[in-house]
C-alpha cells in the first residue's frame, strides 16, 4: 500500500440518490444503506477510505438522509463524519460543489454512494500527486461498457473524451464512481442548482491535466436489483475469504 498523507485529502460520498430502479428490493432506507453482504453498502466506502488514512469525510444527503446521518453518526471509527443535506436535488456536481464549500485541504475524493471499485484509495491519491493533475478519474475495465459508457485517455493518462452508452460496444474503460480533484477546481462548479458531474463538468475539464488512473479491479454497484444481487454474492465471498480483515 502507498502511504497516503491524509492531512490535504477530504473525501465526499455523494449518498443522496433516489434509488428508483431499486425501489423493489430496498425500499424502506437511502441507497447507501442497503444491507449488502450483512452490512450497509456505504460502510465498505468508508473502509476504503480510513485504509487510506482519510479522517474526515462529507456525506452528500437528500432522500431519507436523515437515515444515514442516524446509523453512522458522527464518526466511524476514527473518522470524522460531516453531512451536506440537499435542500433540493442537486445531482452529481451540485451536490459537490454545496459539501466542497466547508472543504479546506487541498484535495478532494469523490465517490459514488453506489459504487465500489476494489482499489486502494491511496495508490489512487499518490497518482493524482505525483501527475501534478487538477482531476483524476479512477477508470476500470469491464467486457461489456454499454451499460456505463466509457473513458478514453491517451498513451500519457490524459482524458481525451467521454462515449455515452452505446449497445453492443464491447469491453472498455468505464468511470468507475471515484475521483481525485483539487477542491479550488470544485469550486468552479455552478453552485445553487443541479449540475451532473459526469455530462455538464467533466466534459469541460478534457485536455486541462485530467488524468486516469487505470485499475482492472473488481468492480460492484448497486443501482439495479440484479446489479444489487451480484454485489450481495461478491462481498459475502470477499468476507469469507480467509485472512480477510472485516471492520
Known amino acids: 500500500m502507498s502511504e497516503a498523507r491524509s ?14 430502479r431499486l425501489a423493489s428490493v430496498v425500499s424502506d432506507r437511502p441507497k447507501p444503506l442497503a444491507d449488502v453482504g450483512g452490512r450497509p453498502f456505504i460502510t465498505r466506502l468508508l473502509d476504503q477510505l480510513a485504509a487510506a488514512n482519510i479522517r474526515e469525510s462529507i456525506l452528500c444527503t437528500g432522500h431519507m438522509g436523515e ?35 466547508t472543504v479546506t485541504t487541498e ?51 490524459s482524458v ?8 453492443g460496444v464491447g469491453a472498455g474503460w468505464i468511470n468507475a464512481g471515484v475521483y481525485v480533484v483539487a477542491t479550488r477546481r470544485l469550486l468552479t462548479i455552478p453552485a445553487g442548482r443541479a449540475v451532473s458531474l459526469e455530462r455538464e463538468v467533466f466534459p469541460l475539464w478534457v485536455g486541462d491535466r485530467f488524468h486516469v ?7 460492484i454497484d448497486i ?6 444481487a451480484a454485489a450481495e454474492a ?11 480483515s472485516r471492520a
Open 7 to 20: 492531512g490535504d485529502a477530504t473525501a465526499i460520498i455523494l449518498a443522496g440518490g433516489r434509488g428508483t
Open 160 to 167: 481525451t473524451a467521454f462515449r455515452e452508452k452505446q449497445p
Open 213 to 219: 488512473f487505470r485499475a482492472e479491479s473488481a468492480f
Open 107 to 157: 484535495h478532494t475524493i469523490v465517490m459514488n454512494g453506489d459504487a465500489y471499485c476494489d482499489v486502494d484509495v491511496a495508490d489512487l491519491l499518490t497518482a493524482h500527486r505525483d501527475g501534478s493533475a487538477l482531476a483524476t478519474i479512477l477508470v476500470t475495465r469491464v467486457e461489456d461498457a454499454s451499460r456505463y459508457g466509457s473513458v478514453e485517455s491517451d498513451d500519457g493518462g
Open 223 to 228: 443501482g439495479t436489483p440484479e446489479s444489487y
Open 67 to 101: 437515515l444515514i446521518a442516524d446509523e453512522l453518526g458522527d464518526a466511524y471509527g476514527e473518522m470524522r463524519l460531516a453531512y451536506s443535506q440537499e435542500a433540493e436535488p442537486l445531482g452529481t456536481g451540485g451536490a459537490t460543489r454545496l459539501a466542497a464549500e
Open 234 to 244: 461478491f462481498f459475502r465471498n470477499v468476507d469469507d475469504s480467509p485472512g480477510r
